[in-house]
């Protein structure tokens, strides 16, 4: 088994000072590997090995497939049963969009429509999870393709964290290649804290399209990916423990 990517690791942490809250981003590309199988219990182990607290899975599509017809439910029960879930494409034969899993309880979870022009439609999820160590602001999002699209998009996803001045991170795929891209000019001014492991394509990463973004900073304590992953997506995840200050 070839091992997951040397952690990114911050010195600063002193030792029983804070908790850690383990998130993970990953495009599953529809649970379909390199072999062109689709297979969601490949996606399930991988996250597994994990053991992510929250997890964001992008392009989750039950379309066109018989044996992911219930691809959402499977997920949300096989990783931790809370879930919050945007299915951006609904058709006959299945529903295709995004989602956060976490072992702890959401609340008060908006869905923002950040679709641009006639474009794919696309939405963050802004969700509130109450984790044993206080609450964490939580977005995650999938952005479009087009350089445009991707400016409109991140200067939205920007304005909803400004507004909440709690802990945030921000989870998904970026679809941002480009070093001093729209995307990262806006959102790492606000999110100094963020990962640039190289993702896509999973079988020789070039780009940081995967990322993880929180405030403040020092909250990003460790990143890496796992090559493993390459066998059931055409993305690595980002997997990233976050340092939380214990609360009461």
Known sequence: MEPPDTPQTDETEQAGAVAKVRTMTWNIHGGVGPDRRRDLQR????????????????????????????????????????????????????????????RWPMSGTTWHDISYRRREPRAAIETHVH?????????????????????????????ICRQSPE???????????????????????????????????????????????????EMLRESWTDPEARKASDHLPVIAELAMERQG
């Not at 599509?61 to 018989?66: E, G, I, K, L, P």
């Not at 393709?145 to 996803?157: D, F, K, M, T, V």
């Not at 679809?175 to 995307?183: A, E, H, L």
């Open 43 to 102: 996606v399930v182990e991988i996250v597994r090995r994990h053991e992510p607290d929250i997890v964001a899975l992008q392009e989750i599509d039950s379309r066109r497939s018989a044996e992911a017809a219930d691809a959402f439910a499977f997920l949300a029960t096989a990783l931790g049963g809370n879930s919050r879930e945007s299915r951006l494409i609904t058709a006959p034969d299945g529903d295709y969009g995004h989602a956060v899993i976490s």
């Open 131 to 159: 984790t044993p160590f206080g609450p964490l602001h939580l977005v995650a999002a999938h952005l479009g393709l087009s350089l445009g699209e991707r400016r409109h998009q991140a200067r939205l996803i920007a304005e």
């Open 167 to 217: 802990r945030t991170v921000i989870l998904g795929d970026f679809n941002d290649w480009i070093w001093r891209g729209s995307v990262q000019t806006t959102l790492n001014r606000l999110f100094p804290g963020h990962s640039h492991m190289k993702t896509y394509p999973a079988f020789r990463p070039l780009f940081a399209l995967d990322r993880v973004y929180c405030r403040p900073s």
